[in-house]
C-alpha cells in the first residue's frame, strides 16, 4: 500500500507561484509508475493537470501549459509540480496520485493511490 502526502499549497496573489510536493510516506513507487496531479475546483469536476510517464514524458492541460512543470524524483520517492504565473482559476483543491498506468482521457481515474489533497488559492 503507497500513501502519498501532498504538501506546498496555500495561498498567493495572481501571478505568483508555488511548488507542490506529493511523497510516498509509506510503500514503494517504482519507477515505471506513472504520477500525475489533478485539481476539483468547488462546483466543478475533476480535471488532469500534469501526468509524467516512463521515460519522463510529460502531459499538461492546456490551461498550465507553459506555466505548469511536473517533475520526479524516483530516488525520494516524490514528485513535485511548479506552479508559476498562478490565476485565479487555478484555486482548487490539488491532489497527487500514481499507478502503474495513466492512460486515457481521464487518466488521473487510473491512479491506484492518491493523496488527501493540498488546497491552493489564488487572489486576484
Known sequence: Q??????GGGSVQAGG???????AASG???????MGWFRQAPGKEREGVARILIGG???YVD???????????NAKKTS????????????ATYYC????????????????????GTQVTVLS
Open 28 to 34: 514503494y513507487i517504482y519507477s515505471t509508475y506513472c
Open 63 to 73: 490551461s498550465v501549459k507553459g506555466r505548469f512543470t511536473i517533475s520526479r524524483d
Open 97 to 116: 496520485g500514481t499507478g502503474p498506468r495513466c492512460l486515457g482521457g481521464r487518466w488521473w481515474e487510473d491512479f491506484n493511490y492518491r493523496g488527501q
Open 80 to 91: 513535485y509540480l511548479q506552479m508559476n504565473s498562478l490565476k485565479p482559476d487555478d484555486t
Open 2 to 7: 503507497v500513501q502519498l502526502v501532498e504538501s
Open 57 to 59: 514524458r510529460t502531459d
Open 17 to 23: 507561484s508555488l511548488r507542490l510536493s506529493c511523497a
